[in-house]
């Protein structure tokens, strides 16, 4: 679990009327929501592409990967688009031969609306919390104090690992009932 040390831009938005915030670092552009092409056999989360300058882009539902439900399209939802690399990825890349995906994926979020982008101190953030937030302590890298609330703070690289996202998918295609042959070396 990561903390924040120095101050940083975050680019805060709402989610099931719930306010968070990713590092702006991660972010590349805003979009408004546009419809989306659906992908076979993929993860309930991965909600579908998009045409993004001549390249496909997953868009996912956070609402879903949270175990919230799934986000209802209204004006406002809107899409982030964040780069996010993966080193576990570049790793499985180097090995299968692949290319492209060792250099990071840009990912689409589908969110209620993006709200602005903020500066926060370090005086304002408090580690994230190990229970009570509703989603992995993991995916949380803290929570600013914001007048009488609380802004969640999300660690997009867990949030979006792209191995992680890489296994649910395989898992999501396996036939019902297959299951994994056991470890020789476990006990």
């Known amino acids: 679990m990561s903390t924040v040390t120095e101050a940083g831009r975050y680019l805060t ?37 998009i045409n993004l300058r001549g390249r496909a882009v997953p868009v996912i539902d956070l609402a879903i990967r949270f175990g919230r439900g799934s986000t209802t399209i209204q004006r406002r939802t809107s899409i982030i688009i964040v780069h996010i690399t993966d080193s576990s990825l570049a790793e499985m890349t180097e090995l299968d031969g692949a290319d492209g995906l060792a250099d ?24 994230a919390p190990a229970f009570g937030a509703g989603i992995r ?33 395989e898992v999501a295609q396996r036939p019902a009932g297959h299951r994994e042959p056991a470890d020789p070396g476990s006990p």
């Not at 915030?21 to 991965?46: G, K, N, Q, S």
């Not at 926060?120 to 953030?125: C, G, V």
């Open 13 to 49: 938005f709402t989610l099931n009327s719930e306010a968070y915030a990713l590092d702006i670092f991660h972010v590349t552009e805003i979009l408004e929501y546009r419809a989306l092409t659906v992908v076979p056999m993929m993860p309930d989360f991965i909600r579908g592409v």
């Open 104 to 127: 990071g994926q840009d990912i689409g979020v589908l969110v209620d609306s993006a709200s602005k982008v903020v500066t926060l101190l370090p005086d304002q953030i408090e580690p």
């Open 137 to 169: 302590a993991d995916y949380i890298s803290g929570m600013a104090r914001r007048d009488d609330d609380f802004l969640i703070l999300l660690d997009i690289s867990h949030v979006l690992s792209i191995s992680d996202m890489v296994r649910i998918s």
